[in-house]
């Protein structure tokens, strides 16, 4: 079992940066994979970032490469999402999830945090 709270959340303007925190809780933490997701509203949840377990491998969408970079801290039970160079396309609810690899879709986790709102302005 893992639980998951993000924070880091905020209001932004274009061209600036924001850095997204996931911390864990388990015994079971370092074992998973983990990912980031955004919903934007009136739009489905989409993928944004992931790693592996052990911080050797990271994917991200097209749309925020070369923008975010995550990270992973095992030994503190974090996550990292640094946001560079944020968009007003940027703007939404940003989650983090834990799973068995590393996944593009959302059914590939089993655990969730609540959220945290990204807001960006032009």
């Known amino acids: 079992q893992v639980t998951l709270v993000e924070s880091g959340g905020g209001l932004v303007q274009a061209g600036g940066s924001l850095r997204l925190s996931c911390a864990g809780s388990g015994r079971a933490f370092r074992n998973y994979a983990m990912g980031w997701f955004r919903q934007a509203p009136g739009k489905e949840r989409e993928f944004v970032a992931a790693?592996?377990?052990?911080?050797?491998?990271?994917e991200y969408a097209d749309s925020v490469k070369g923008r975010f970079t995550i990270s992973r801290d095992n030994a503190k039970k974090t996550v990292l999402l640094q946001m560079n160079s944020l968009k007003p396309e940027d703007t939404a609810v940003y989650s983090c999830?834990?799973?068995?690899?590393?996944?593009?879709?959302?059914?590939?986790?089993?655990?969730w945090g609540q959220g945290t709102q990204v807001t960006v302005s032009s």
């Open positions: 999830a834990a799973g068995s690899l590393v996944a593009g879709t959302p059914s590939g986790y089993d655990y």
């Open positions: 790693i592996t377990w052990s911080g050797g491998g990271t």
